[in-house]
C-alpha cells in the first residue's frame, strides 16, 4: 500500500527544502513529504557550493533572479537571526584590472542601484588597497550587502522545521517512474511507491530528468558544470580580507576564479567552471557515458560549444594546469603563489540550456498538469530560496484548492 500526500517535493536541496518549509506555514494542514535520493539532504549543489549570501548585484532587473535575490536575501538573514545561524556581512569589491572591463563594471553598478543596493560604491586603486591590500586592481566596487554562511547548516535547521510542523522527509526514495492521472499521481522508486494530489520538482541536476517522465519534449535541458576549488593555506590567508570577485564575462553565465573567506574559517580560491562528463561529477575521472551523450546530443549544447570553444578550452587547461590557475588568481592578488594552493573540493552547477543553444541566465518554473517543474535554479538559487519557496508554494496552494 502507497502512502496518501497532499504534495511531495522531489529534492532535498535548500530549494525543495525551503519550498516544505513555506508550504507548511501557509497551510499547516498539508500532508506533505519531501523525496531525497541521498541518505541526507543538502549533498549536491546546496552542500558544495562556496557559502556565499549574493546581493543581487548581477542581475538584469525585474528578473526571477534579481527578484527573488532580493527578496530572498531578507528572508534568509530573518531566518537565521530567529534561529540562531552564524553568518557575516563581510562585502566584497569586484575590480576591474584593465580599461576595457570599465564598461561592464559601470553596467554593474548601475544594474546594482536599479536592484536596489544601498551602500553600493566605485572605488578607485587606492580604496581598492584599504579593503584588500593584497589586491591589484585599478577600479572597482565594494557591495557591503555581500555575505558568508554554512548553507548546510541552514538546511539542517529546516529540516528539523519541516519535522515539527508535520511534515516528512524520506530519505534513499530515488524517483524512478511518474505516473499522473485525474484522482492525483503516483510517486515511485525501486523500493517504495507514494500517492500525492500534485509535484513540485526540485531536483537540481536532474530537474530535466524528472519533468520528462511525463514531458517528452521538454525544450530545456540539464547540462553539468564542476567548480573545482583551491583553499589557501593557512599563513597565506592574511592575503585576503574577505571577498574578492573579477569583472565577470558578460557572455558567460559564471563570475570567474574568485577568492573567498569562508563563514567557518580560511580562504577558498575558485572555482572554474569545466563541462562535466557526470551529472555528479566531482571528480576529472568521473565519467558517465549516459550523461555524457545526453549532453553532447542536445542541440542547444552544440551550439554553445561553437559558440564558447575557446573559453571551454581555457577552463579545461586552468583546470589541469595549476600555474595556469594560480595566474587566473595572480591577476587579482599576485603575490598568491602555486605552493600556496591546495586542492580541495568541487561543486557541479546545473546550468539548464534551450534547444536554440541558450543558456538560461534566469531561474525557469514550468507548470504542468500535476506537477510544478523548477527547472533552472543555479546561483544565486541559495541565498533567493526562501523567495523561490514561497512563489512556489503560493502556486501549488492555488492548484490544490
Same mark, same amino acid.
Given at each position: 500500500?502507497?502512502?496518501?500526500?497532499?504534495?511531495?517535493?522531489?529534492?532535498?536541496?535548500?530549494?525543495?527544502?525551503?519550498?516544505?518549509?513555506?508550504?507548511?506555514?501557509?497551510?499547516? &494542514?498539508?500532508?506533505?513529504?519531501?523525496? &531525497?535520493?541521498?541518505?541526507?539532504?543538502?549533498?549536491?549543489?546546496?552542500?558544495? +557550493?562556496?557559502?556565499?549570501?549574493?546581493?543581487?548585484?548581477?542581475?538584469?532587473?525585474?528578473?526571477?533572479?534579481?527578484?527573488?535575490?532580493?527578496?530572498? *536575501?531578507?528572508?534568509?538573514?530573518?531566518?537565521? /537571526?530567529? +534561529?540562531?545561524?552564524? *553568518?557575516?556581512?563581510?562585502?566584497?569589491?569586484?575590480?576591474?584590472? %584593465?580599461?576595457?572591463?570599465?564598461?561592464? =563594471?559601470?553596467?554593474?553598478?548601475?544594474?546594482?542601484?536599479?536592484?536596489?543596493?544601498?551602500?553600493?560604491?566605485?572605488?578607485?586603486? %587606492? &580604496?581598492?588597497?584599504?579593503?584588500?591590500?593584497?589586491?591589484?586592481?585599478?577600479?572597482?566596487?565594494?557591495?557591503?550587502?555581500?555575505?558568508?554562511?554554512?548553507?548546510?547548516?541552514?538546511?539542517?535547521?529546516?529540516?528539523?522545521?519541516?519535522?515539527?510542523?508535520?511534515?516528512? !522527509?524520506?530519505?534513499?526514495?530515488?524517483?524512478?517512474?511518474? /505516473?499522473?492521472?485525474?484522482?492525483?499521481?503516483?510517486? #515511485?522508486?525501486?523500493?517504495?511507491?507514494?500517492?500525492?494530489?500534485?509535484? !513540485?520538482?526540485?531536483?537540481?541536476?536532474?530537474?530535466?530528468?524528472?519533468?520528462?517522465?511525463?514531458?517528452?519534449?521538454?525544450?530545456?535541458?540539464?547540462?553539468?558544470?564542476?567548480?573545482?576549488?583551491?583553499?589557501? #593555506?593557512?599563513?597565506?590567508?592574511?592575503?585576503?580580507?574577505?571577498?574578492?570577485?573579477?569583472?565577470?564575462?558578460? +557572455?558567460?553565465?559564471? $563570475?570567474?576564479?574568485?577568492?573567498?573567506?569562508?563563514?567557518?574559517?580560511?580562504?577558498?580560491?575558485?572555482?572554474?567552471?569545466?563541462?562535466?562528463?557526470?551529472?555528479?561529477? *566531482?571528480?576529472?575521472?568521473?565519467?558517465?557515458?549516459?550523461?555524457?551523450?545526453?549532453?553532447?546530443?542536445?542541440?542547444?549544447?552544440?551550439?554553445?560549444?561553437?559558440?564558447?570553444?575557446?573559453?571551454?578550452?581555457?577552463? *579545461?587547461?586552468?583546470?589541469?594546469?595549476?600555474?595556469?590557475?594560480?595566474?587566473?588568481?595572480?591577476? $587579482?592578488?599576485?603575490?598568491?603563489?602555486?605552493?600556496?594552493?591546495?586542492?580541495?573540493? @568541487?561543486?557541479?552547477?546545473?546550468?539548464?540550456?534551450?534547444?536554440?543553444?541558450? =543558456?538560461?541566465?534566469?531561474?525557469? !518554473?514550468?507548470?504542468?498538469?500535476?506537477?510544478? +517543474?523548477?527547472?533552472?535554479?543555479? @546561483?544565486?538559487?541559495?541565498? %533567493?530560496?526562501?523567495?523561490?519557496?514561497?512563489?512556489?508554494?503560493?502556486?501549488?496552494?492555488?492548484?490544490? @484548492?
Amino acid at each position: 500500500m502507497s502512502t496518501k500526500y497532499d504534495l511531495a517535493i522531489i529534492g532535498g536541496g535548500i530549494v525543495g527544502l525551503a519550498t516544505a518549509y513555506r508550504l507548511l506555514l501557509l497551510k499547516p &494542514e498539508l500532508k506533505l513529504v519531501v523525496l &531525497e535520493k541521498e541518505s541526507h539532504v543538502a549533498a549536491h549543489q546546496t552542500g558544495n +557550493n562556496s557559502g556565499v549570501i549574493h546581493s543581487g548585484l548581477y542581475y538584469k532587473p525585474g528578473s526571477l533572479k534579481a527578484i527573488n535575490c532580493i527578496k530572498g *536575501y531578507k528572508m534568509l538573514l530573518e531566518f537565521c /537571526d530567529s +534561529n540562531g545561524i552564524s *553568518y557575516d556581512l563581510c562585502g566584497k569589491i569586484v575590480v576591474a584590472t %584593465s580599461e576595457k572591463e570599465f564598461s561592464q =563594471l559601470d553596467m554593474l553598478y548601475e544594474r546594482g542601484k536599479e536592484n536596489g543596493l544601498e551602500g553600493i560604491l566605485k572605488i578607485n586603486e %587606492s &580604496e581598492i588597497k584599504e579593503r584588500e591590500p593584497n589586491c591589484s586592481g585599478i577600479k572597482g566596487l565594494y557591495v557591503p550587502q555581500t555575505g558568508i554562511i554554512n548553507y548546510s547548516k541552514v538546511c539542517e535547521v529546516l529540516v528539523e522545521k519541516i519535522k515539527n510542523m508535520g511534515g516528512e !522527509i524520506l530519505l534513499n526514495f530515488k524517483v524512478t517512474k511518474i /505516473d499522473l492521472n485525474n484522482d492525483g499521481c503516483k510517486v #515511485k522508486s525501486d523500493i517504495a511507491e507514494i500517492q500525492t494530489r500534485l509535484i !513540485i520538482n526540485c531536483a537540481g541536476l536532474y530537474s530535466d530528468k524528472i519533468a520528462e517522465l511525463n514531458e517528452k519534449n521538454l525544450d530545456t535541458r540539464i547540462i553539468p558544470f564542476r567548480g573545482e576549488y583551491y583553499t589557501i #593555506k593557512p599563513e597565506k590567508q592574511y592575503l585576503v580580507k574577505n571577498l574578492i570577485y573579477p569583472v565577470p564575462d558578460p +557572455n558567460f553565465p559564471f $563570475l570567474g576564479v574568485h577568492f573567498t573567506r569562508m563563514v567557518d574559517g580560511g580562504v577558498e580560491a575558485g572555482p572554474n567552471a569545466v563541462f562535466a562528463f557526470k551529472r555528479e561529477g *566531482y571528480k576529472k575521472t568521473d565519467i558517465n557515458f549516459a550523461d555524457l551523450w545526453n549532453s553532447v546530443s542536445w542541440p542547444g549544447f552544440r551550439k554553445v560549444g561553437l559558440k564558447y570553444w575557446e573559453t571551454g578550452i581555457g577552463e *579545461y587547461y586552468r583546470s589541469f594546469s595549476k600555474s595556469a590557475f594560480t595566474k587566473a588568481l595572480q591577476k $587579482l592578488v599576485p603575490a598568491i603563489q602555486k605552493d600556496d594552493l591546495i586542492p580541495a573540493g @568541487s561543486g557541479v552547477r546545473a546550468q539548464a540550456c534551450d534547444r536554440t543553444g541558450g =543558456l538560461l541566465d534566469d531561474f525557469k !518554473i514550468v507548470e504542468k498538469p500535476g506537477i510544478i +517543474n523548477i527547472l533552472n535554479a543555479p @546561483s544565486p538559487a541559495a541565498t %533567493s530560496s526562501l523567495s523561490i519557496g514561497q512563489i512556489v508554494a503560493e502556486l501549488a496552494i492555488e492548484r490544490l @484548492s
